[in-house]
């Protein structure tokens, strides 16, 4: 474990990288739910998305928490977070560089994988919280390989893996091997430092059931409520895998080559974290994969750029430069404009959202594998970091939209796009979300159907339900989904600290009110 500042491939390769954040970064409109959220928070309305109405429609805590704390200090949401993206980005390359990294030769190949991967180059802004997750897995990862087997390394990797889970609960399935196998080494030495590591993680799902109702993202209940088979979520997870492999030549490959490292290391304890992956590959397969191309492979990805940092295939001259070679020679085979050479004037003509299979020029020759899995830094170029320098803000139609409504004043307003819109409205506009990411009880209604997006699952509102929302009064026409609403209501919306809320909510968490949701499905299906 060696400094290697001295030597031009971490120079090189910082820049390079740094030139390439500037280039491509850029914001979704995915990122811009929490950035209401924070807005809401910053303005004295609480940690919530509709004011009134407790919801949590962020995955990402610890990165939410980071956003609004920039926003407050710098007063711009923008640049705010696309600065913060590019400081956490940086800081991840600078632990790989300093602690992870056993030579630079192996240096060349990890920032060679690193410019060529459009899933890692992309989503090293975007808004999102891939950079942090980035960042936490290598420290995790630095933690697992170089600091001494005892009580203190375990609760730091605890810490660690709690942390991770405060950004994306999901990622304990890469982090859950490797760390109970941690705790199993050190016998009852591991009560305590585990439970002091995960503190935080067990604390917010704490904050997060009294103040929400449940301990789980709103976004969770959304996604997972689904109409979708199982069988088409796996056929659209395969998907998924495919048009990333084609799309995005390098990222799936370097995955599968660290995954090997893992596999016939020495050291059996690495093992665990090859456990980890498959883990979460395969939840990634059963989910039906994202709409967003690549968004939930950076992870993955990170770790077996750490596992390339110090792997012994890469320690002969040689193969160092064959491997880099190789990650470049994938990188520009990609249909559309390559990692390497992306930035300004990346068109969003061809970006074929819909993703029905037709043929489309910009492919290459090649058939769209799969249904609405976009290329969404194609699709959002106008937030491009370049194109707003250029111009002095940004235009998108949904930005319009948000603020043509907040210049009509309070109301209530059904929408499928709630990012921009939501942002740009203001606190005074209520806004339901047909794809349920906000909305309480859209999100446990199933919706979706076999041409749906997978992550965005339409909903029918149910009748009643916007008069509901806009009179304060339970309008809903069904009477079993009104009982459902009517217990939902109490417990997102309220008094925080009643004895009936609090009531409720357990109630609620116990399953008592699901057979008024589950009549009111049947009668649906019945019709």
């Given at each position: 474990?060696?400094?290697?500042?001295?030597?031009?491939?971490?120079?090189?390769?910082?820049?390079?990288?740094?030139?390439?954040?500037?280039?491509?970064?850029?914001?979704?409109?995915?990122?811009?739910?929490?950035?209401?959220?924070?807005?809401?928070?910053?303005?004295?309305?609480?940690?919530?998305?509709?004011?009134?109405?407790?919801?949590?429609?962020?995955?990402?805590?610890?990165?939410?928490?980071?956003?609004?704390?920039?926003?407050?200090?710098?007063?711009?949401?923008?640049?705010?977070?696309?600065?913060?993206?590019?400081?956490?980005?940086?800081g991840f390359v600078f632990i790989l560089v300093t602690r992870v990294a056993v030579s630079s030769r192996h240096l060349l190949v990890c920032f060679a994988v690193l410019l060529s991967s459009k899933a890692f180059v992309d989503y090293s802004t975007s808004g999102l919280e891939n950079p942090l997750t980035h960042l936490l897995l290598l420290v995790f990862l630095w933690g697992w390989w170089y600091l001494r087997e005892d009580a203190r390394r375990l609760a730091l990797l605890s810490l660690v893996t709690a942390l991770c889970m405060l950004n994306r609960l999901d990622l304990i399935l890469i982090l859950a091997p490797p760390l109970a196998l941690a705790s199993w080494r050190l016998g009852v030495q591991a009560i305590r430092p585990v439970i002091v590591g995960t503190l935080p993680i067990v604390l917010w799902l704490a904050f997060a059931t009294f103040y929400y109702g449940t301990p789980f993202p709103n976004t969770a209940y959304a996604k997972l409520s689904t109409a979708l088979t199982t069988d088409i979520r796996l056929a659209r997870g395969v998907d998924y895998f495919l048009r990333t492999l084609i799309f995005d030549p390098v990222t799936l490959p370097a995955i599968a080559v660290g995954l090997a490292a893992l596999v016939w290391s020495r050291c059996r304890t690495d093992w665990s974290i090859a456990a980890g992956l498959l883990l979460y590959f395969a939840y990634i397969l059963y989910i039906g994969g994202d709409f967003m191309m690549g968004r939930f492979l950076t992870a993955p990805l990170v770790v077996a750029i750490a596992v390339l940092a110090r792997t012994e295939w890469m320690k002969t001259r040689a193969r160092a430069y064959a491997g880099a070679a190789l990650a470049v020679g994938l990188g520009l085979?990609?249909?559309?404009?390559?990692?390497?050479?992306?930035?300004?004037?990346?068109?969003?003509?061809?970006?074929?959202?819909?993703?029905?299979?037709?043929?489309?020029?910009?492919?290459?020759?090649?058939?769209?594998?799969?249904?609405?899995?976009?290329?969404?830094?194609?699709?959002?170029?106008?937030?491009?970091?370049?194109?707003?320098?250029?111009?002095?803000?940004?235009?998108?139609?949904?930005?319009?939209?948000?603020?043509?409504?907040?210049?009509?004043?309070?109301q209530v307003v059904v929408r499928g796009n709630i990012g921009l819109i939501g942002f740009y409205a203001g606190p005074e506009v209520h806004i339901i979300d047909e794809l349920a990411l906000s909305d309480p009880l859209l999100a446990r209604l199933p919706g979706g159907d076999a041409e749906s997006r997978i992550g965005h699952l339409l909903r029918t509102v149910p009748d009643g339900y916007v008069q509901s929302v806009a009179t304060g009064t339970n309008l809903i026409t069904n009477p079993n989904l009104a009982a459902y609403y009517a217990a939902l209501r109490e417990v997102v919306s309220g008094p925080l600290w009643s004895r009936t809320r609090l009531r409720t909510t357990v109630r609620f968490l116990a399953g008592r009110f699901d057979h008024y949701r589950l009549a009111y499905l049947e009668s649906v299906r019945a019709r």
């Open positions: 474990m060696t400094t290697f500042w001295r030597g031009s491939v971490p120079i090189v390769g910082v820049s390079l990288l740094s030139i390439a954040l500037v280039r491509t970064a850029w914001l979704c409109d995915d990122a811009y739910i929490s950035f209401r959220t924070a807005d809401n928070l910053l303005n004295g309305y609480g940690l919530v998305w509709n004011v009134g109405e407790r919801v949590q429609s962020f995955t990402h805590p610890l990165w939410l928490a980071l956003c609004t704390a920039a926003f407050a200090i710098t007063g711009n949401v923008y640049y705010a977070a696309i600065a913060l993206s590019v400081v956490v980005t940086l085979l990609a249909p559309w404009e390559p990692a390497l050479l992306s930035g300004y004037g990346y068109s969003d003509a061809n970006n074929l959202i819909h993703g029905r299979a037709t043929r489309d020029p910009a492919d290459g020759g090649l058939y769209t594998l799969v249904r609405g899995i976009a290329d969404e830094r194609r699709f959002y170029e106008s937030t491009g970091l370049l194109e707003v320098g250029l111009k002095g803000s940004f235009g998108h139609m949904w930005r319009s939209d948000g603020e043509d409504l907040r210049r009509g004043g309070r």
